[in-house]
């Protein structure tokens, strides 16, 4: 079963810091753009941070300088780190990713299909 596993939620004061971790497990043939969105109470959900397989970022514009998002294509994992966070972070934070999903083997090559796929989401609570 193909599925997204976040950590590193947490509570944490206004300029403190928090690393959000996602990795993607089952039978992955390879992951594409990987990225996180976030929630807070009465808003629509956002994109925070979007990151390519090449790497290529962007970053919605109330976190730039401040967040920064990587990958390790090795581990099909990808990270958020927060700093400098402030009040108006604090929502649920949902990892999200494109994933070549293994069905099968053809004359000794994958057969797969991609589809996109969410994280069960972690509380990123900020106080001031």
């Known amino acids: 079963q193909v599925q997204l596993v976040e950590s590193g939620g947490g509570l944490e004061q206004a300029g403190g810091s928090l690393r959000l971790s996602c990795a993607a497990s089952?039978?992955?043939?390879?992951?594409?753009?990987m990225g996180w969105y976030r929630r807070a109470p009465g808003k629509q959900r956002e994109l925070v941070a979007i990151?390519?397989?090449?790497?290529?970022?962007n970053y919605v514009d109330s976190v730039k300088g401040r967040f920064t998002i990587s990958r390790d294509n090795a581990k099909n994992t990808v990270y958020l780190q927060m700093n400098s966070l402030k009040p108006e972070d604090t929502a649920v934070y949902y990892c999200?990713?494109?994933?070549?999903?293994?069905?099968?083997?053809?004359?000794?090559?994958?057969?797969?299909?991609?589809?996109?796929?969410w994280g069960q989401g972690t509380q990123v609570t900020v106080s001031s």
């Open positions: 999200n990713a494109d994933l070549r999903v293994v069905t099968g083997n053809y004359d000794g090559q994958p057969e797969w299909y991609e589809n996109n796929y």
């Open positions: 089952g039978s992955i043939f390879k992951v594409d753009a």
């Open positions: 990151i390519t397989r090449g790497g290529s970022t």
